[in-house]
C-alpha cells in the first residue's frame, strides 16, 4: 500500500487547508485512516481517525469542531479539512492507514504518507 499526501501550504491564522491522501489499492473495511501531526522539536501527535467500513470519526481534542474527517471511498481518498487554524497547528501532517483499526497509536500504524508541511503564520 502506498499513501499519497498532497494540499499542505501557508496560510494565515483563522483560514483554512484541506490535505488530501490515496490509498493504492483496495481499502478494507476493517482499516483505519487517520493524520497525524509533527511539529520541529515535538513527538508525533494523532489529529484524526476514521473508520473506513463505518466512517465513525474520532478527533484530538486540540482539533475538535475546527477540523473534518472524511473519507470517498470511490476514490480509496482520506481528506481533512482544517478551519480555524492557528500558529500551534503548525507540523508536518501525515496520513496513516492500521490494517488492525488501530486509532490513536502511531506505532501501531502500518503504511504511511510522506507527509504535507502546513504553516500557520499569526
Known amino acids: 500500500v502506498q499513501l499519497q499526501a498532497c494540499g499542505g501550504g501557508l496560510v494565515q491564522a483563522g483560514g483554512s487547508l484541506g490535505l488530501s491522501c490515496a490509498a493504492s489499492g483496495r481499502t478494507k473495511s476493517s482499516t483505519t485512516m487517520s493524520w497525524f501531526r509533527q511539529a520541529p522539536g515535538k513527538e508525533r501527535e494523532w489529529v484524526s481517525t476514521?473508520?473506513?467500513?463505518?466512517?465513525?470519526?474520532y478527533y484530538a481534542d486540540s482539533v475538535k469542531g475546527r477540523f473534518t474527517i472524511s473519507r470517498d471511498s470511490t476514490k480509496n481518498t482520506v481528506y481533512l479539512q482544517m478551519n480555524s487554524l492557528k500558529p500551534e497547528d503548525t507540523a508536518l501532517y501525515y496520513c496513516?492507514?492500521?490494517?488492525?483499526?488501530?486509532?490513536?497509536?502511531?506505532?501501531?500504524?502500518?503504511?504511511w504518507g510522506q507527509g504535507t508541511q502546513v504553516t500557520v503564520s499569526s
Open positions: 496513516a492507514q492500521s490494517l488492525r483499526g488501530t486509532l490513536y497509536t502511531w506505532r501501531s500504524y502500518d503504511y
Open positions: 476514521i473508520r473506513w467500513g463505518t466512517g465513525g470519526t
